[in-house]
Nanobody
Framework: EVQLVESGGGLVQPGGSLKLSCAASGFISSGYIFSGCTLGWFRQAPGKEREFVSS???????TYADSVKGRFTISRDNAQNTLYLEMNSPNTDDTAVYYC???????????WGQGTQVTVSS
């Protein structure tokens, strides 16, 4: 069974930096391989719907929501089955639970992590 486990969340000051990680495991019996999957980050702020943050394809091409473009960087380490999100210059609007997701099927992600809380506050 595929599992995605986020880490690295916490309290960060506006203008600071934070790096989230998402460790993936259990691909062997899933029919997927980590390196063959598109990966993504989403977030959900209190009282709001979950929204797209960023994605990275199998060839390393990236997409970002306009709200984080130029501040956040997504990356992946296929050797370590790990996805990252580097958050630079966060602001209070970035406060949310951040979720990683893996493997697109019919334009929907198959696997999701449990989320990690990021709070941007002075």
């Amino acid at each position: 069974e595929v599992q995605l486990v986020e880490s690295g969340g916490g309290l960060v000051q506006p203008g600071g930096s934070l790096k989230l990680s998402c460790a993936a495991s259990g691909f062997i019996s899933s029919g997927y391989i980590f390196s063959g999957c598109t990966l993504g980050w989403f977030r959900q702020a209190p009282g709001k719907e979950r929204e797209f943050v960023s994605s990275i394809s199998i060839d390393g091409s990236t997409t970002y929501a306009d709200s984080v473009k130029g501040r956040f960087t997504i990356s992946r380490d296929n050797a370590q089955n790990t996805l990252y999100l580097e958050m630079n210059s966060p602001n209070t609007d970035d406060t949310a639970v951040y979720y990683c997701a893996a493997c697109l099927r019919r334009n929907a992600y198959v696997y999701w992590g449990q989320g990690t809380q990021v709070t941007v506050s002075s």
